[in-house]
């Protein structure tokens, strides 16, 4: 007779979940006790023996990892070139100890009470919080519950269902398809337990909902479990799967709509209710669908979430009739303009009925008077006005209690109907610009100048100073009388184990390790080689395959060992920064250069184009265009052209598209003929993200193309590098003009409002006379019209920055930012708008601005009269007077 337990036990060793399924379903009683017996003993062993054998899986795929890696580097490409290279490293998971689920399967068939399975299946160190897709142990685990009595096999369902606990639960949580898949198999009732209604709704798909055994139960739980709204937030299909399967009679349309009313009016938050929104309008009830329940409907305009009071609105507006007074009084006693405005449509066409009491309406009107909606507020005077002989003397008393709570020109207007002492107009107050803060300057770069210093540097991948400053020094040490004290301070570092046949070399210290070796033993490299040659280019990464703050610094050392192979190094460098914020001022860059003529050196042509792109502008002086004038060699000339007659900038054009789903910004870099050999292969497309702190003291002299590069993560959802207020801050001491990328990044910053990380740079670049104007207007549209939902935090970041003496620039950026967001012809406008307008009115006349701005012209024209419109007038007029 078979040994049971022996039998599973290879089975679980073997991790063969078939087997042990086939096992257990043809034991007898007997043989699954004394597996049951066993089988908790054994999971020690189990677990040690999985945990061997997951080394192992882990062990051979390194040594393939390693092959494949070889055969990359004998071809000559890159290991995401070959196809098993490139699976490997975009689809792999830790693969991940095996031995759980062939011990829940055992479990799942031995153990004999339904409860003590429910236990075993539900311990901590049995259960995979997600379902391994090559090992999947529903079917087995079916299998065996299928052989116990129909009671049980009901009972287990429910307890493993009971057991769910997740508020978010996985669709790919085991306990999740463990627990649906047996109530599914069974038959058995689902218990009336949220978190199994959140699961169901977490694993439902459209395709397969139809025929899903749980559809019936489920679907009149969605609208009594806590958390479904929350979880169906950004939910694109269920609901119309729902809706879909109601126009087909599988679900009763009723049901669906008698579910909504009912969850709206529990009430929540309106992203929670957001599905069952769009549910309601999928269905589209017809008015005979509606009428029944108009006092439904009513009950609805009082709820807090806006959204909710919004449906109730429309489906009342469909009825066409006369709505209940409760629900006039709901909409005005509301905060949202719209839905004030609203209420105040429809108490016009209350007031207009003859039989209606509008004394009753009193308090409710009133209420719409001291609104928040500067538009709804005037609408209400007028409304008051319109009907104020319609109303008693208390009513009279209750709106003249208003007058003096209301703006000076509304307070007047109610004051001459009913009465009452309105606000007088304050006198405005007169504009005191502040001073400017002062523009830090950069601190001047430290030099290494004594060999021990420099044999202290640790050179680090994210340091872009320190191999700066170790370059820098190496050179010159090594071009005068400490070259001695510098070989043996170096000889440590030289006597670096280095594979000169193998590439690229990405560390930066492999690359010092060269040069310390070739100064201390010249010629090492070459005899190193099997052919005798030296080829230190071919180490350098490819240009797509490294960043460029990453590429630069490799590049310039390998120049630098190629000039020491070849017996012209240089005596310094050119493009050592003189600033730590990497600028070059442009005095020292014509010193250098002029010290080359005078000792006939000749540049290197990277080392070269490196310190043009850190040039300052700020720093030219006509003493230094003096010099430079005198310079005859061809790197003597072009440093006095880009002295006296620069280049035009790279045009910079940003392009927002998406990564699988996540967004991300493109610059898309227009260069010149100068430029373009400037930057030679520099500026190819690479499929990442670049530090902006790194990358800005490559391109100091360009902040704005450092900013453009960097805002690529800007906006993503991803780990990845992303610019940061401290980079805005090292943006704004650099050098050289501003454009969209620098605008969209402190726009960015400037949604954090007045007391966030956008006003204090926006005040030194003013300072600097560096701000990018219009073009932040048009960026900080960009940002509130792709959905960023601080508009008024932005306003009053900008209402500050004006205030403290940034006034001038501030309504540059109105110029841009007020033609891209005012709502154009038939868009419609919101409080956000008038704000804005109210706020470039005033800096308009701070700053002394003349000159029409169309967008502006255009709202000022407009026949209907509102807050935003009235505030055009004011701008326009403003704009349009003699100056």
Request: net charge neutral; hydrophobic share 45%.
């Amino acid at each position: 007779m078979i040994n049971a337990w022996e039998a599973v036990r290879a089975a679980i060793d073997a991790e063969d979940l078939a087997a042990i399924a086939a096992l257990l379903t043809g034991f007898d009683d007997a043989q699954r006790r004394e597996v049951a017996r066993e089988l908790p003993r054994y999971l020690p062993v189990a677990e040690q023996a999985g945990e061997r054998a997951d080394r192992e899986r882990n062990r051979r795929r390194e040594v393939r990892w390693r092959e494949l890696t070889a055969q990359a580097e004998e071809a000559g490409v890159s290991i995401w070139e070959l196809p098993e290279g490139y699976a490997m490293m975009t689809h792999h998971q830790h693969v991940g100890v095996r031995w759980i689920e062939p011990v829940r399967v055992a479990g799942a068939g031995a153990i004999a009470g339904a409860a003590a399975v429910a236990s075993w299946l539900s311990k901590p160190r049995l259960v995979r919080r997600r379902a391994r897709a090559d090992l999947d142990e529903i079917p087995p685990i079916l299998q065996v519950v299928a052989a116990r009595p129909a009671a049980w096999q009901e009972d287990l369902a429910v307890r493993l269902a009971l057991r769910l606990r997740a508020a978010r639960p996985r669709p790919d949580d085991v306990r999740v398809r463990l627990a649906l898949a047996l109530l599914r198999a069974t038959g058995a009732e689902p218990p009336r337990h949220d978190p199994l209604t959140l699961a169901w709704v977490a694993a439902a798909t459209a395709a397969e909902l139809s025929a899903d055994p749980l559809l019936d139960a489920m679907v009149p739980r969605l609208f009594e479990a806590e958390g479904v709204g929350r979880l169906l937030r950004d939910d694109r299909e269920l609901g119309a799967a729902l809706a879909r399967l109601s126009a087909d009679g599988r679900i009763k349309r009723a049901a669906l709509l008698d579910g909504c009313r009912t969850r709206f009016l529990r009430g929540g938050e309106a992203a929670d209710l957001r599905f069952f929104i769009t549910l309601h309008d999928l269905l589209d009830p017809a008015a005979e669908e509606v009428a029944p329940h108009v006092r439904d409907y009513a009950a609805m305009l009082a709820l807090p979430a806006a959204n909710v009071a919004d449906l109730a609105l429309r489906q009342l507006r469909r009825l066409k009739a006369t709505p209940p007074a409760e629900a006039v009084e709901s909409l005005l006693f509301r905060s949202e303009g719209r839905l004030v405005r609203a209420g105040l449509a429809l108490l016009d066409r209350v007031l207009k009925e003859p039989s209606e009491d509008v004394d009753a309406y009193a308090p409710a009107l009133a209420a719409a008077l001291v609104c928040e909606s500067a538009e709804a507020r005037g609408r209400a005077v007028k409304l008051a006005v319109k009907h104020a002989g319609r109303f008693g003397p208390d009513a009279v008393g209750t709106i003249r209690e208003i007058v003096p709570m209301l703006p000076p020109g509304p307070g007047a207007a109610l004051a001459g109907v009913f009465g009452g002492e309105a606000v007088p107009a304050p006198p405005r107050p007169r504009f005191q610009p502040q001073p400017l803060p002062a523009v830090p300057e950069a601190e001047p770069m430290p030099l290494i100048t004594h060999a021990n210093v420099l044999a202290r540097v640790t050179l680090r991948e994210f340091d872009w100073m320190q191999p700066e400053r170790w370059l820098d020094g190496f050179v010159r040490l090594a071009s005068d009388a400490r070259r001695e004290s510098l070989i043996a301070e170096l000889a440590p570092l030289a006597a670096r184990n280095l594979e000169y046949r193998w590439g690229p070399w990405w560390d930066i210290s492999d690359w010092a390790a060269a040069l310390a070796r070739e100064l201390m033993e010249p010629g090492a490299e070459r005899r190193a080689m099997p052919d005798g040659r030296a080829d230190p280019a071919r180490r350098v990464p490819e240009t797509a395959h490294a960043a460029m703050w990453r590429l630069m610094p490799l590049a310039r050392f390998a120049e630098v060992y190629q000039s020491m192979l070849d017996g012209r190094m240089p005596p310094y460098l050119l493009a050592t920064p003189t600033r730590v914020n990497g600028l070059l001022d442009a005095e020292a860059l014509v010193e250098r250069v002029a010290g080359y003529e005078r000792d006939g050196v000749q540049a290197l042509p990277l080392d070269l184009r490196q310190a043009l792109l850190r040039l300052g502008r700020g720093s030219v002086t006509a003493d230094a265009v003096r010099r430079a004038a005198r310079l005859a060699t061809p790197a003597g000339r072009l440093v006095h052209r880009w002295l006296t007659d620069r280049p035009a900038d790279p045009g910079v054009v940003l392009r927002w598209t998406t990564h699988e789903g996540d967004p991300r910004v493109e610059a898309e870099l227009v260069l010149g003929p100068e430029y373009a050999e400037l930057f030679g292969d520099l500026l190819v497309p690479r499929p990442w993200d670049e530090a902006c702190e790194l990358l800005l003291p490559v391109l100091a002299g360009h902040r704005e193309l450092a900013a453009a590069i960097s805002v690529y993560s800007l906006m993503s959802t991803w780990p990845m590098n992303k610019p940061t207020a401290r980079d805005l801050d090292r943006l704004v001491l650099a050098d050289g003009p501003g454009g969209p990328g620098l605008a969209l990044l402190l726009a960015r910053h400037l949604l954090e409002g007045p007391d966030g990380d956008g006003v204090r740079p926006l005040l030194l670049l003013a300072a600097s006379g560096g701000v990018p104007g219009a073009e932040l207007g048009r960026q900080l549209a960009v940002l509130l019209k792709r959905g960023q939902d601080r508009p008024a935090d932005a306003i009053a970041a900008l209402a500050e920055a004006a205030r403290l003496g940034a006034h001038r620039e501030v309504w540059q950026v109105m110029t841009g930012l007020l033609p891209a967001y005012l709502p154009g012809p038939g868009e419609r406008a919101n409080s956000v708008h008038t704000r804005l307008m109210r706020l470039a009115a005033e800096v308009a006349g701070w700053a002394g601005a003349r000159g029409e701005v169309p967008a502006v012209a255009e709202l000022a024209g407009r026949a209907r009269t509102s807050e935003l419109v009235r505030q055009a007038r004011d701008l326009h007029t403003l704009l349009t007077a003699p100056a």
